[in-house]
């Protein structure tokens, strides 16, 4: 399933979030609690749209189901949704990257249910808030941002881990 696809459906339906937050969102809830129903994600991710179709609800669905089932796999062969490498240019994936983190967040606060957090964990959800505040409307002249760009994604994918070790194996 694609980046495009995903963006697209959501888009039809006039989804309040991109494809890179609808799934910042899931691996948020699904790192906190790894039994969150993809039904449900599925009523967040589309309160206040027109009915989903059939074949769109089963792609939607298909997403959420990937990422749980990537979550609880020991390999942990996990990766952000963002636009496509070849499809866009930095800035938009970036703006991915951003997406990604606001909804992320939401995800875990949805999902959470304990009050106090340890403090890695409120150190990783800080950094993840910084993320979200990336700037993306500026011009790129530093050839090091395509590494800034790699580094900030192995992070969130270490946020992943982190949280899904401290929630659903600790």
């Keep these: 399933m694609s980046y495009a696809t995903i963006d697209a459906i959501l888009v039809q339906y006039d989804g309040e979030l991109s494809a890179a937050e609808a799934h910042g969102m899931a691996s948020g809830l699904l790192a906190v609690n790894g039994k969150f129903s993809n039904e449900s994600w599925l009523n967040e991710l589309l309160q206040n749209t027109p009915p989903v179709s059939n074949e769109h609800k089963v792609e939607l669905l298909g997403l ?3 990422i749980q089932d990537i979550l609880i796999d020991d390999e942990f062969e996990f990766d952000l949704f963002l636009p496509d490498d070849e499809d866009s240019d930095l800035l938009e994936r970036i703006d991915g990257l951003r997406e990604w983190s606001k909804g992320f967040l939401l995800g875990v606060g949805l999902a ?25 409307d500026i011009e790129i002249e530093d050839d090091d941002a395509e590494n800034d760009f790699m580094e900030l994604s192995e992070y969130l994918r270490a946020a992943v881990l982190a949280l899904r070790d401290e929630f659903i194996q600790g």
């Design 112 to 136: 959470n249910t304990k009050t106090n957090f340890s403090q890695q964990i409120q150190e990783i959800l800080k950094d993840v808030s910084e993320i979200t505040k990336l700037d993306t």
């Design 64 to 66: 959420f189901d990937d």
